[in-house]
């Protein structure tokens, strides 16, 4: 089988395909449509049988009972304090429920899923060995031999049932043509010699993660914590349904939304990028000498320069310059809002007069 390690210009490491020689201009190839991306960082479940929709809708944040064939969207497994600890990406086949996962969810995910089966009509499946995902627009991914449906990427639009806490527009993501494909190992064999040969143009997983970065798109992978609430990375767009059945974590979900405010809120970070310093995931961010948050996603953004997105407190002070506390030391960065301050607390909740004042009217 013909190695990655065969493209000119590839640099590998654990995760996969890193880039070609180029990160920046493997964006503009991805974005245009002219490249495929090799996912290594990504893995396949399958769910089978009758009751594999009801079910994951019965676990997870979606609702996925009537998920007609070929529809994409996507799930967050929650604990029962409503914090996030799996997602997937979904689509169906009418026969599968295919689940495309960051690589280092699926194992944990999988044998979760297995544990939850109890008596019901499904099988869940690790394909992690025997099937690969590429990445690219729709129209590049639509060029290869998949076993599956291609999952289209929804974000940043507001899936039914689903809110949108951002209120900037155009939403930077909005022309994101984002998709996945599943594909066979004699598949992927072709993808691979073709770049070999110089006949397919490839790019790597930095490319990828820039253009999702700037789109300001969640990855539980990247992104989340032990103690993540989807609402604080405007997950509810796409991933949480607000008005399906019970599922464990609910209850928080609902009182978060209706009744609160997130804790923390996502800011897009525009960094300094005079001195070619790149903070890591888990930097402080600062707001004078005072730390408010800390840095979860990093890339160099083909037409934006150094970027980040970071959770902050919900009472970080907006408008305001930050600093971001690298091993280089500080580094300038301007904050945009993602997750409002004020998100939340959407219901309209009657004001009750105090009972001495209502007591006082009588």
Same mark, same amino acid.
């Given at each position: 089988?013909?190695?990655?390690?065969?493209?000119?210009?590839?640099?590998?490491?654990?995760?996969?395909?890193?880039?070609?020689?180029?990160? &920046?201009?493997?964006?503009?190839?991805?974005?245009?449509?002219?490249?495929?991306?090799?996912?290594?960082?990504?893995?396949?479940?399958?769910?089978?049988?009758?009751?594999?929709?009801?079910?994951?809708?019965?676990?997870?944040?979606?609702?996925?009972?009537? #998920?007609?064939?070929?529809?994409?969207?996507?799930?967050?497994? #929650?604990?029962?304090?409503?914090?996030?600890?799996?997602?997937?990406?979904?689509?169906?086949?009418?026969?599968?429920?295919?689940?495309?996962?960051?690589?280092?969810?699926?194992?944990?995910?999988?044998?979760?899923?297995?544990?939850?089966?109890?008596?019901?009509?499904? &099988?869940?499946?690790?394909?992690?060995?025997?099937?690969?995902?590429?990445?690219?627009?729709?129209?590049? &991914?639509?060029?290869?031999?998949?076993?599956?449906?291609?999952?289209?990427?929804?974000?940043?639009?507001?899936?039914?049932?689903?809110?949108?806490?951002?209120?900037?527009?155009?939403?930077?993501?909005?022309?994101?043509?984002?998709?996945?494909?599943?594909?066979?190992?004699?598949?992927?064999?072709?993808?691979?010699?073709?770049?070999?040969?110089?006949?397919?143009?490839?790019?790597?997983?930095?490319?990828?993660?820039? #253009?999702?970065?700037?789109?300001?798109?969640?990855?539980?992978?990247?992104?989340?914590?032990?103690?993540?609430?989807?609402?604080?990375?405007?997950?509810?767009?796409?991933?949480?349904?607000?008005?399906?059945?019970?599922?464990?974590?609910?209850?928080?979900?609902?009182?978060?939304?209706?009744?609160?405010?997130?804790?923390?809120?996502? =800011?897009?970070?525009?960094?300094?990028?005079?001195?070619?310093?790149?903070?890591?995931?888990?930097?402080?961010?600062?707001?004078?000498?005072?730390?408010?948050?800390?840095?979860?996603?990093?890339?160099?953004?083909?037409?934006?320069?150094?970027?980040? #997105?970071?959770?902050?407190?919900?009472?970080?002070?907006?408008?305001?310059?930050? =600093?971001?506390?690298?091993?280089?030391?500080?580094?300038?960065?301007?904050?945009?809002?993602?997750?409002?301050?004020?998100?939340?607390?959407?219901?309209?909740?009657?004001?009750?007069?105090?009972?001495?004042?209502?007591?006082?009217?009588?």
């Amino acid at each position: 089988m013909t190695s990655l390690s065969a493209v000119p210009g590839a640099v590998i490491d654990d995760r996969g395909l890193r880039h070609v020689g180029s990160p &920046v201009a493997e964006q503009r190839r991805l974005a245009s449509g002219t490249a495929l991306a090799p996912l290594g960082d990504r893995r396949v479940i399958t769910v089978s049988g009758e009751d594999r929709r009801s079910w994951l809708d019965s676990l997870s944040s979606q609702a996925l009972t009537h #998920l007609a064939p070929g529809v994409s969207t996507e799930f967050l497994i #929650l604990d029962p304090q409503g914090r996030v600890e799996h997602a997937a990406s979904v689509v169906d086949d009418d026969e599968t429920t295919w689940l495309l996962v960051d690589a280092s969810d699926a194992a944990a995910l999988a044998v979760w899923l297995m544990r939850m089966r109890f008596r019901l009509r499904v &099988v869940v499946t690790d394909r992690s060995d025997d099937l690969f995902v590429l990445g690219g627009t729709r129209a590049a &991914v639509g060029s290869v031999s998949t076993v599956a449906p291609v999952w289209v990427d929804p974000w940043p639009d507001v899936s039914p049932g689903g809110w949108a806490y951002a209120r900037v527009e155009p939403h930077p993501g909005a022309d994101r043509d984002w998709a996945e494909a599943i594909v066979d190992a004699a598949e992927f064999e072709r993808v691979i010699a073709s770049a070999a040969s110089g006949e397919t143009a490839l790019a790597g997983l930095d490319a990828v993660e820039a #253009l999702r970065v700037a789109a300001w798109r969640p990855r539980v992978a990247i992104d989340a914590d032990e103690r993540l609430l989807p609402h604080e990375m405007d997950w509810l767009r796409t991933a949480v349904h607000l008005s399906k059945g019970c599922y464990r974590g609910q209850e928080t979900v609902a009182k978060v939304h209706n009744l609160g405010h997130p804790p923390r809120r996502v =800011v897009a970070l525009q960094l300094d990028g005079s001195d070619n310093v790149l903070p890591a995931r888990g930097d402080a961010v600062r707001a004078g000498d005072t730390v408010i948050g800390a840095i979860t996603s990093v890339a160099v953004h083909h037409e934006e320069g150094p970027i980040a #997105l970071a959770l902050v407190k919900r009472t970080a002070p907006e408008g305001e310059p930050l =600093v971001v506390d690298t091993a280089d030391g500080p580094l300038a960065a301007a904050a945009e809002t993602v997750v409002p301050a004020d998100a939340g607390a959407t219901a309209a909740v009657p004001r009750l007069p105090r009972l001495g004042r209502r007591r006082a009217a009588e």
